[in-house]
């Protein structure tokens, strides 16, 4: 997996003086106590950081600028264990810059009504100060994250882990660079867009590349470097010859892994974590990339076919979140119409993901009825099942949308002993008419992310973080 630098999260706790020194001695302790808690909960991905008490403007603001400048720092959780008055919060929240979540969370779980007395009152009382320090967000319009329960509580623990995930994706997607080799395909609408706005909206970098560029790099490509990487494929993967003579079957495979190594070797000196490809577009070379991206996405590159630079880096952006599991680039392709189990049957000509694969992919090598090269090696495998998501993002000419529709990934029902390529199948909710029909309505595309680790909820919270318009179909 491509690496992204380990960071951390800061914790902030809203208080006041006006309950004196004693009560924020206490306030102090719980705070630490309740961040060691969650640290060795085991369930957050990231370690936090007890920061400070926030006690004034001056010192919420000191805090606020430090996050913004400490690269090692992703986000910020904030607590308010006592009542803040939120006058105080305004300038420092107007600076941060960072993912923000309000733990709207109590030191204790249960009142012990014996011992209640007004001192007990004023300690315990996030209720109150949370509707204070939440209605000031609202009006800045922060659009932070709220996560509601008790900080023992794995439910809640669960809420925040997947929040720190999506802040750390947000963050890295301002790195996410997609290079594109060759332009959108002729006369397809859906993949194209603004490249600026996306790089404004979302932090993302399009940068385009003739094919030519990409060839030269995989001249240079050694036969050391293609048998290396062969071996590792025969580790990997199993190799299926069908009809193929097995001299013509290596030959191709190795073309892949002569592709792969020359495509990486270009991304990782551009800084690329993302590129797409066109068919139309492949002069010099000999195949399709078809193995040679399967095999990058299994190293958490994003992609997208056709020149799909939108969705080659929502991939990235997804398998970030994911840490690259169940995460990949689809295609909605054909309908299954069976009366009450109706599915939806993704692919592309090539490129599915092996990370979306329910068992060890097969190596084929078949022709391509289009593009009019050589047969290319590709990676062919029946995809997971289980409850996730796919998502798209079009382009509206006036702003972007982000389109997710809540699915069902199911085994396949049948052997498909001529298909050369992977395929995954699903149903769509809230049912198949409905959902299909939600999803063309939207302007929703062909290409899609699908995902059974990124849940819809850290797609909406990005989604209301880069404010992006998002419909939701469930
Ligand atoms: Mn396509």
Do not use: C
Not at 371 to 381: N, Q, S
């Amino acid at each position: 997996m491509l690496k992204i630098e380990a960071k951390e999260f800061w914790f902030v706790v809203g208080s006041q003086n006006l309950y004196g020194a004693e009560a924020l001695k206490e306030v102090q302790a719980h705070s630490e106590e309740m961040v060691a808690g969650l640290n060795s909960s085991g369930i957050l991905p990231y370690p936090l950081v007890f920061k400070a008490l926030a006690v004034s403007s001056e010192s919420i603001v000191k805090i606020m600028k430090e996050v913004n400048y400490n690269d090692k720092v992703a986000g910020v959780i904030t607590w308010m264990h006592t009542f803040s008055p939120a006058k105080m919060w305004i300038q420092g929240t107007k600076l941060l810059q960072k993912p923000l979540l309000h733990f709207a969370s109590q030191y204790i779980k249960t009142i012990p009504w014996e011992k209640v007395d007004m001192d007990f009152m004023n300690l315990h009382q996030s209720a109150h100060g949370d509707r204070e320090y939440g209605f000031i967000n609202k009006r800045l319009e922060k659009h932070n994250k709220i996560v509601v329960g008790h900080w023992q509580d794995p439910e809640a623990q669960k809420q925040i882990a997947d929040w720190m995930n999506m802040a750390m994706a947000y963050e890295e997607s301002l790195n996410i660079k997609v290079a594109r080799f060759g332009d959108n395909m002729r006369n397809v609408a859906v993949t194209d867009g603004d490249k600026i706005e996306a790089q404004i909206q979302f932090g993302w970098t399009v940068d385009y590349y003739g094919i030519g560029d990409l060839v030269a790099k995989i001249d240079q490509v050694t036969p050391l470097e293609i048998e290396t990487l062969y071996q590792e494929y025969q580790r990997n993967y199993d190799f299926e010859m069908d009809q193929n003579d097995p001299e013509f079957f290596e030959k191709q495979v190795k073309e892949q892994a002569r592709i792969e190594i020359g495509l990486k070797k270009f991304l990782e000196n551009g800084d690329y974590t993302a590129f797409s490809t066109n068919f139309e577009d492949l002069y010099g070379m000999k195949q399709l990339p078809g193995l040679a991206v399967q095999h990058l996405n299994a190293q958490g590159y994003g992609f997208a076919g056709e020149g799909d630079w939108k969705t080659a880096a929502l991939d990235r952006f997804m398998k970030i979140i994911a840490s690259n599991q169940l995460t990949g680039f689809m295609e909605d392709y054909t309908y299954d119409m069976v009366s009450g189990n109706e599915v939806i049957v993704g692919s592309h000509m090539l490129e599915v993901d092996p990370m979306l694969a329910s068992s060890k992919p097969r190596v084929k090598v078949a022709p391509l009825g289009i593009g009019g090269k050589e047969d290319p090696a590709r990676l062919v495998f029946d995809g997971v099942s289980g409850s996730g998501i796919v998502a798209t993002l079009l382009d509206l000419g006036t702003h972007f949308r982000l389109v997710i529709n809540e699915i069902e990934a199911v085994k396949a029902a049948s052997d498909a002993p001529n298909m050369p390529i992977a395929r995954v199948i699903w149903k769509t909710k809230p049912n198949f008419k409905e959902g299909i029909h939600q999803w063309i309505e939207a302007g929703g595309g062909h290409h899609t992310v699908l995902s059974l680790t990124v849940s819809l909820e850290q797609m909406i919270d990005w989604a209301k973080l880069v404010n992006l318009e998002y419909i939701v179909i469930k």
